[in-house]
């Protein structure tokens, strides 16, 4: 499954500090001339990293929850390594991969996405979250609004991305 950023105009445009090529992301690096963090972890865009990190990261499920075929994904250490009171990071929007493209999907990935940027609430990082799913058949993808409120009631952080349902199989095989 890719989830891709949607900007306004036809090409989609990732403002935040992680270099993402639709299938695999990695945390974006400054130059080695940076005057404050030089070769260090860029960190320019924090909202939109944290919200991207816990949309697009895999998190691990218990095993009832896969179909037959699937490879649980995810870091296994979730299971032992969480303190008190913490979330694994991640969202079960990869479990729809093989899922057809219905209403109830939309549901489904709303109730992901919105499990998915609780722990940015529980931080304190957002106040709450809208996230709203729409099916698309005919262009084959699912299409995810999330619009992140700080403290003083304003939207602070608003995306669109695209769930696509293309070639599923060989990318969750790579």
């Known amino acids: 499954m890719r989830i891709i950023p949607l900007s306004e105009v036809e090409e989609p445009q990732l403002s935040p500090d992680i270099v993402w090529n639709g299938e695999i992301g990695d945390l974006a690096l400054s130059s080695l001339t940076d005057p404050i963090n030089p070769a260090g972890l860029k960190a320019d865009q924090p ?40 979330h694994a990071l991640g969202s079960k929007l990869w479990l729809l991969r093989r899922a057809a493209l219905t209403a109830d999907i939309a549901s489904q990935a709303e109730e992901y996405a919105t ?35 700080g403290r003083e009631g304003t939207v602070t952080y608003h995306e669109r991305f695209a769930v696509l349902w293309d070639g599923l199989d060989a990318l969750s095989a790579a």
Request: no cysteine; proline share 5%.
């Open 115 to 149: 499990i998915a940027l609780q722990p940015l609430i529980d931080q304190r990082v957002f106040v709450r979250f809208d996230v709203a799913a729409k099916a698309g058949n005919v262009r084959n993808r699912l299409d995810l609004t999330i619009a992140g409120y």
């Open 47 to 86: 909202l939109q990293t944290a919200v991207i990190i816990a949309l697009m990261t895999d998190i691990r499920v218990d095993p009832t929850e896969l179909r037959d075929g699937d490879r649980n994904q995810g870091w296994p250490g979730d299971g032992f390594d969480l303190e008190p009171g913490e």
